[in-house]
């Protein structure tokens, strides 16, 4: 782990989604809330996409977008202010994978950082797979080179598999 005292700044992206209770507004709330983590600057965002269900649960369509953040935190200390945000929004962890969420935040990148450990792995899995990551972070990174995957431009995007559009 880094120490307090560390001052470099490194990039990191976090997914964001919703599909209850104002998708819209959730994640304009949380864009707002990750702009107040201690030693951390929101640098950018995605416009938000509404994107089709993943994982076969019958549920509302998400929508979706991406931050880039400058932070002299390290990984866990960023996952938990992440955590702490979607905690304050009505965040349960009820279990269920890829079924209906308040808010959820994903720690995608984090620096040039690959880490593969019980409560933290970056990059994130299934990066390459999912077009509601994929689309909003290459709207705000394009340059950006994902640990084990190459560039983000070079990870292809499809738009209907699962659907995918900008709404705003």
Same mark, same amino acid.
């Given at each position: 782990?880094?120490?307090?005292?560390?001052?470099?700044?490194?990039?990191?992206?976090?997914?964001?989604?919703?599909?209850?209770?104002?998708?819209?507004?959730?994640?304009?709330?949380?864009?707002?809330?990750?702009?107040?983590?201690?030693?951390?600057?929101?640098?950018?965002?995605?416009?938000?996409?509404?994107?089709?269900?993943?994982?076969?649960?019958?549920?509302?369509?998400?929508?979706?977008?991406?931050?880039?953040?400058?932070?002299?935190?390290?990984?866990?200390?960023?996952?938990?202010?992440?955590?702490?945000?979607?905690?304050?929004?009505?965040?349960?962890?009820?279990?269920?994978?890829? !079924?209906?969420?308040?808010?959820? =935040?994903?720690?995608? +990148?984090?620096?040039?950082? #690959?880490? /593969? *450990? %019980?409560?933290?792995?970056?990059?994130?899995?299934?990066?390459?797979?999912?077009?509601?990551?994929?689309?909003?972070?290459?709207?705000?990174?394009? !340059?950006?080179?994902?640990?084990? =995957?190459?560039?983000? +431009?070079?990870?292809?995007? #499809?738009? /209907? *598999? %699962?659907?995918?559009?900008?709404?705003?």
């Amino acid at each position: 782990m880094t120490s307090i005292a560390d001052t470099r700044w490194r990039p990191a992206y976090v997914g964001l989604g919703s599909n209850l209770q104002g998708p819209s507004g959730q994640l304009e709330s949380a864009i707002e809330a990750l702009s107040t983590i201690d030693r951390t600057r929101l640098i950018r965002r995605s416009a938000l996409y509404r994107s089709a269900p993943f994982g076969g649960i019958e549920q509302p369509d998400y929508v979706n977008a991406a931050a880039a953040l400058l932070t002299s935190l390290d990984p866990w200390q960023l996952l938990e202010e992440l955590q702490k945000i979607e905690l304050r929004r009505g965040r349960q962890r009820d279990g269920v994978r890829w !079924g209906p969420r308040v808010i959820d =935040l994903d720690l995608l +990148v984090f620096a040039n950082r #690959s880490i /593969d *450990e %019980p409560d933290l792995v970056v990059p994130h899995p299934g990066i390459a797979e999912r077009n509601f990551v994929l689309l909003p972070l290459k709207e705000i990174a394009p !340059g950006l080179v994902i640990p084990g =995957l190459g560039p983000v +431009v070079n990870l292809p995007v #499809s738009m /209907d *598999e %699962p659907h995918i559009e900008r709404i705003a």
